[in-house]
């Protein structure tokens, strides 16, 4: 929990002052360490406890297929939640 609460205030200092393209990276890699450490944090080896939208790039620069299990599980859609 440490950790996550650390990255999210150097998220916050970080994008204060970059250019928005930049500040979009950043967000999204630090959205994907803070998801990869809550997994561990939690045990959570198949799970994340931050939306799929989160945990990864939500635009990515090529086009991923996606698809979902019927109970809405993210799938094969490029992103560190499954």
Do not use: R, W
Not at 5 to 30: F, G, R, T
Not at 67 to 76: E, H, I, Q, R
């Amino acid at each position: 929990m440490l950790m996550t609460n650390a990255l999210q205030d150097l998220n916050a200092m970080l994008i204060k002052n970059m250019k928005h393209e930049l500040k979009v990276k950043i967000v999204l890699i630090l959205n994907q360490l803070v998801c990869t450490i809550e997994k561990y944090e939690e045990g959570m080896a198949q799970k994340c406890k931050i939306t799929c939208g989160l945990c990864g790039d939500s635009t990515p620069s090529t086009p991923v297929p996606a698809s979902t299990t019927p109970s809405g599980d993210c799938k094969n859609t490029g992103k560190n939640c499954d």
